[in-house]
């Protein structure tokens, strides 16, 4: 799931706001359990808390309240109750993608291992996917530490291959894993037969399947983990857009909070902030979901143990099982706004959500010609120009940075708190030495360069899948985009 299309899921962001210096009114509180399935789910109100009631100080100011900045207050809460840690987020706590995605608290890294090693050496790359692996495990733990219910059932991800092209994609796949040092069962290939009895899709020839992902709420888990800091002496401002990150400062209409470490942790929202709109593209993803089905369904369908799942076309889709017996299923195809815009009329483009609903029925005929689709819902993420995922932190200023997961953010957020809270307090680690730290990915290029580029990387991709279809032959093109992408 190593394309410009892939994942699902990201870090939760602040700067809601017009373009990036002026606020725009807030919507009524009551919007919030619209933006999703997830949100409209939860047993609670989803009530603002206070604002930020005017300039104060802190040892650390955290610009966002999704995973990655609610994360990184955990640990560093956790590791020193002493520090005043102040969260800072324009709408709501998981307002953004961590309220959004597609559930999925997966070990999958934007960056290949095959381009990991090319940078940093096959050790290095090893244990950034070892990191990946147990950041799995330690989601897990803390939910149940912190009594989290957030539907965790770790059944792994089953991505399927449906033409010859995409089973020798997944072979390959298996072939790669192997020889940059990971273990058997890390990733394994699946026969037809044994695919099938994971997920029952249409047309199945075989699979990949690894055990390092579990399915989840994502809202319950973003508002659990609110919860959770506030325990630990955390003071969160919602309703309280950042205008301004600077050295020493988040700027607010409310006040400005003046702290020695200013952490971003806005991930798709990030082009909003001033002198960030070519830091990332913010790209759309968008989701739907089924009513409840029956079990007779589900007995079609397979996904026993809530297995998340994809297939191996360019185009990425991606799916869960939820606890409730929907299905939770999203991809791309929503176009990049000019100028990095980031506005909440994108959550919906009808022709993607007739597409998801199409490929659905196509996955899965049993739920018939008329796919019983209750919730769509969409928003954005965060690209790096190099699609690759960092986190950091400069002494020299006091600002950090974590982000640009291209949707694997569910996992790689957490991996990101734990690592910006050795950095901040000056801990040296296992963490600290990844090789994403301190990574600094090049600019995007301005518009309208970068809109015709974003946009033809999903063209292309598009067009290779249908090649695929119509050819059953691996198409030259995706191969040759994902090359030129570092893959």
Same mark, same amino acid.
């Given at each position: ?75 560093? *809460? ?13 709408e709501i706590a ?79 796949? /298996? ?11 890390? &990733? ?12 029952? *899709? ?36 919602e309703r309280t ?9 988040? /700027?607010?209409?409310?006040?400005? /909070?003046?702290?020695?470490?200013v952490v971003r ?123 690759? *995922? ?24 957490? &991996? ?72």
């Open positions: 799931m190593g394309t410009p299309l892939s994942g699902a899921a990201g870090s939760g962001g602040a700067g809601n706001h017009g373009d990036g210096s002026r606020p725009r009114p807030f919507a009524p509180a009551t919007r919030y359990q619209d933006l999703s399935y997830w949100l409209s789910s939860l047993d609670e109100p989803l009530t603002p808390g206070p604002p930020l009631p005017g300039d104060t100080e802190a040892d650390v100011v955290i610009v966002g309240a999704g995973y990655t900045g609610l994360w990184t207050a955990y640990y560093l *809460a956790a590791a020193d109750p002493a520090l005043r840690i102040v969260v800072l987020e324009a998981g307002y953004g993608a961590s309220g959004r995605n597609g559930g999925w608290c997966s070990a999958l890294f934007p960056t290949s291992l095959p381009a990991l090693a090319r940078r940093h050496g096959r050790d290095r790359a090893l244990a950034m996917q070892r990191a990946m692996h147990e950041t799995v495990a330690e989601v897990g733990r803390v939910t149940a530490a912190e009594r989290i219910d957030c539907d965790w059932r770790q059944g792994g991800t089953v991505v399927l291959a449906r033409s010859a092209a995409q089973l020798d994609r997944a072979r390959a796949e /298996v072939a790669t894993a192997r020889a940059h040092g990971l273990d058997p069962d890390d &990733l394994v290939l699946l026969d037809a037969a044994e695919a099938a009895a994971r997920c029952a *899709a249409e047309g199945v020839r075989g699979a990949t399947y690894t055990p390092h992902c579990a399915a989840l709420h994502p809202a319950k888990l973003v508002r659990g983990l609110a919860r959770a800091v506030r325990r630990r002496g955390v003071t969160i401002h857009p950042v205008t301004a990150v600077r050295a020493g400062a988040a /700027v607010t209409p409310h006040g400005t /909070v003046r702290a020695p470490v942790a806005t991930e798709g929202y990030t082009p909003r902030l001033p002198g960030q709109r070519r830091t990332v593209a913010p790209v759309y993803s968008l989701m739907v979901a089924t009513e409840p089905l029956p079990e007779e369904t589900w007995a079609a369908i397979g996904l026993a143990e809530r297995e998340t799942f994809a297939d191996h076309r360019h185009v990425i889709i991606y799916g869960q099982r939820t606890a409730d017996g929907r299905l939770a299923f999203g991809g791309r195809g929503a176009p990049y706004h000019f100028g990095s815009r980031v506005d909440p009329r994108y959550d919906r483009e009808p022709r993607v959500f007739a597409a998801l609903r199409r490929v659905l029925g196509e996955l899965f005929p049993v739920l018939g010609p008329d796919v019983p689709v209750s919730h769509t819902w969409g928003g954005p993420l965060g690209v790096a120009r190099d699609w690759a *995922a960092s986190v950091g932190l400069d002494r020299s200023t006091g600002l950090a940075w974590a982000g640009g997961y291209v949707g694997d953010g569910v996992g790689t957020s957490n &991996l990101a708190g734990r690592t910006l809270a050795d950095l901040i307090r000056g801990v040296e680690s296992e963490l600290t030495a990844l090789p994403w730290v301190n990574h600094r990915s090049r600019r995007w290029e301005p518009e309208p360069l970068r809109w015709l580029a974003v946009n033809a990387g999903l063209r292309l991709m598009a067009a290779a899948d249908d090649a695929e279809l119509r050819t059953g032959r691996p198409s030259r093109r995706a191969a040759t985009f994902s090359r030129l992408l570092g893959h």
